[in-house]
Each structure stands twice: as structure tokens, then as C-alpha cells.
């Protein structure tokens, strides 16, 4: 496993397994009246289909989808874990490689050999390490618009999500930035169309900071899943207010009550992120989530036949 290790406090270990034991409730013997009950279950109304994609926009980070790409991991991923025990970071890490295999994404061997582009870190103050690396090491905040690096090393929750991203042609070369003059040109053989871009957006480095205090009564799946949500995508958290599909992203939401593990809406955002190929519109990549939840619904339907 490739994990790096810089000590892990006493206070995560009992955040992290604090819930376990809280949610252990004592069995109790039922009363006639409890045992008289009639209990009707039975499915809600499903959201439309434009619910869905107004939900997979409002956790997109970016504008103008008609005319850009989501960004998205091309190159193999390498996940990383820094402030946890080697057994703890490995369950992070495999946790976050199962859900990239699940969507199709390369992965690089896990030997421990490969660098990491993915980075969860597990730390005391997250805001401190972020504005420290900001001065330390300027140049890896280039790919951040000035308003995207002032709100990321002014953000006060208890996340911060730091992404590098580099455009690049439809066939994966880079395009130089634009740094005051004249705009970037790239040249390349390409017939004109309206289905897909001439660029795509390459996430080149990503790191998920979780503090630690604020992790109490969240597991490892939780966390692992969360950071899967928000690394392999430019997403940002949600209230759980508003939205008709519950999300893993809604986890530090204080009013609500957090999902176990991504979500179906979730995965089926993601699977539409990564299906087929990168230079494809973001509008039409949010709109590809009512597919992906549809192919889901019919995946779980077969299984359930062939269960029978």
C-alpha cells in the first residue's frame, strides 16, 4: 500500500470509531401495543429527470459547462494517505482504489512504488497547512483562478479540497496557459462538431485535508468515499436541505443524517464523469447522470431476478 505516515492523534481514533459504539443500541422487549402496530412501507416518488441534473449541477464546481469539460483523472491514479497508521491509511487507500476500478479509471500497481496524485491528508489545522503551502510552494496553486486560491486558504469548514488541473487538446497536449498576453493557440487536425470539444481538463494532482477534530462520528468508508466524491471530480459539499437524492457529499452537514458510503446518485455522477470520452461537454456529462442512475436500477433489477 502507498501510505505515507506522519503520526496519527489519539482524537481520530476515537472519532473515527466513536460512532460504532454509540450506535449499538440495547435490545428492549416490545409492549402489546407496539406488537399491534401495522407498519406500511413503500417507496417515495422518485425525482424527475430534471431534479437530477439540477442536482448534479449544484455540486459542480465550474461554469459554463456548454463550452468546457469536467475535469477528470486521465492518467493513472496513485491514492496516498498522510497522518494515519499504515493499517488505518490502508483501508483508506483501498477503499478509494475499489471505487475507481468500479468506474473504469487506470490504476497504478499497488506496490507502494508510484507517486501519489490523489493525496488524503489527516491533519490539525487544515486552513494553517493549506496557507503554508501556499507560501512555501506558490507555484502549485498556478492552475487556480485568483478568486478559486483566495476562497480555497479562506475556507473554514472541515474540508479543504485542492486541485490541480492542466488543459490540454483533445489529444492530450498541453496547452500553455494564458499568462497577460495574447491567448493560448493550439493547433491540432479536427473536424468541426457539436457533440464534443476541442479540449479536455486533466486533473494532475489532488489532495483531500481533513481536520481532525472534526471528524467525530465518521468511519473510514465515510471518509475514503467522501474523498473519492470530491478528488475524482471538482464537486463541493452540499446541505442536505434541497436536495432529492442523498449524496455522500452532505456528510458534514450538521442537520442532516450523512449516507454510510456513496450514494447511488453519487456513483451514477461519477460514472457519467468517466464514461466515454474526455473532451466531451460538462452539460452533457450532468445530463448523463439520469442514464447512469437508469443503468443502475436495471443492473440491481437483473441481480435481483437471478437471485430468485
Given at each position: ?26 435490545a428492549r422487549t416490545a409492549t402489546p ?265 436495471a443492473a440491481e433489477e437483473r441481480a ?5
Amino acid at each position: 500500500m502507498h501510505a505515507f505516515r506522519v503520526g496519527v492523534s489519539a482524537v481520530f481514533a476515537g472519532c473515527v470509531f466513536a460512532a460504532s459504539a454509540a450506535s449499538a443500541q440495547e435490545a428492549r422487549t416490545a409492549t402489546p401495543a407496539e406488537e399491534d402496530k401495522i407498519v406500511v412501507t413503500g417507496q417515495s416518488e422518485q425525482p424527475s429527470s430534471s431534479e437530477v441534473s439540477r442536482q448534479a449541477r449544484s455540486i459542480t464546481q465550474g461554469g459554463n459547462f456548454r463550452r468546457s469539460a469536467l475535469a477528470r483523472f486521465e492518467r493513472r491514479l496513485c491514492p496516498g494517505v498522510i497522518g494515519l497508521t499504515p493499517d488505518m491509511a490502508a483501508l483508506v487507500i483501498d477503499r478509494i482504489r475499489f471505487n475507481a476500478a468500479e468506474l473504469g479509471l487506470g490504476l497504478t500497481e499497488d506496490d507502494g512504488s508510484c507517486t501519489p496524485n490523489l493525496v488524503v491528508a489527516f491533519v490539525k489545522d487544515g486552513q494553517a497547512e493549506l496557507n503554508a503551502l501556499a507560501k512555501d510552494h506558490g507555484y502549485m496553486f498556478n492552475s487556480l483562478e485568483l478568486h478559486e486560491k483566495r476562497a480555497l486558504l479562506a475556507e473554514t469548514g472541515p474540508v479543504r479540497v485542492f486541485t490541480s488541473t492542466l488543459e490540454r487538446t483533445r489529444d492530450g497536449m498541453p496547452i500553455a496557459r494564458n499568462e497577460g498576453g495574447d491567448p493560448p493557440v493550439a493547433q491540432m487536425w479536427m473536424a468541426h462538431s457539436k457533440i464534443y470539444l476541442a479540449t479536455r481538463e486533466d486533473i494532475e494532482f489532488v489532495m483531500v485535508m481533513f481536520d481532525l477534530e472534526k471528524l467525530k462520528g465518521k468511519t473510514l468508508v465515510q471518509l475514503a468515499d467522501y474523498a473519492t466524491m470530491r478528488g475524482l471530480a471538482r464537486t463541493k459539499p452540499v446541505d442536505e436541505d434541497g436536495q432529492p437524492l442523498d449524496t455522500i457529499l452532505a456528510l458534514f452537514d450538521q442537520d442532516g443524517a450523512p449516507t454510510d458510503e456513496l450514494t447511488s446518485f453519487d456513483r451514477a455522477y461519477l460514472a457519467s464523469v468517466y464514461d466515454s470520452i474526455p473532451n466531451l461537454p460538462g452539460s452533457v456529462r450532468l445530463m448523463g447522470v439520469n442514464r447512469q442512475l437508469e443503468l443502475q436500477a436495471a443492473a440491481e433489477e437483473r441481480a435481483a431476478r437471478n437471485q430468485r
